[in-house]
């Protein structure tokens, strides 16, 4: 997965404001998106254990080094879930779950209790983020 902007950082093209959730719609993307964050915290969590074995493996020339790279890893991955998921409006849930979509952290299964359009929004602009 990837620790990039995500897409909806930058003004959306009218294309994305095209398609509005409904009530429940909106529930399943909020459990989706709950899911993607969860899977993003497991994938930081993961790095930093394998900078950690790194560190008691004795592949650091200091601790220091050592310190130093895992607070990047920290810092950078905390600012990609602030950049995705601080703020987050229902404005904005189609976006996310397209873009969590995308990155692998949510699967079919999670978009399956969508509409057949939203369905079909969602893999469309995944394929466009």
Do not use: C, Q
């Not at 497991?42 to 130093?68: P, R, V």
Request: charged share 35%; proline share 3%.
């Amino acid at each position: 997965m990837k620790d990039s902007v995500p897409f909806f950082s930058v003004p959306l093209p009218k294309i994305f404001a095209m398609h509005e959730l409904s009530k429940p719609e909106k529930k399943i993307a909020r459990a989706a998106i709950d899911k993607g964050l969860d899977a993003e915290f497991k994938e930081g969590l993961e790095n930093f254990e394998a900078i950690l074995k790194d560190w008691w493996a004795g592949k650091f020339e200091t601790n220091k080094e050592a310190y130093h790279k895992m607070f990047k890893a920290v810092d950078d991955k905390d600012g990609a879930i602030s950049r995705r998921y601080d703020g987050l409006t229902g404005g904005n849930y189609l976006i996310t779950v397209a873009s969590v979509y995308k990155e692998g952290y949510i699967a079919e299964e999670d978009i399956a209790g969508f509409g057949e359009e939203t369905r079909e929004v969602i893999k469309r602009w995944a394929k466009m983020t």
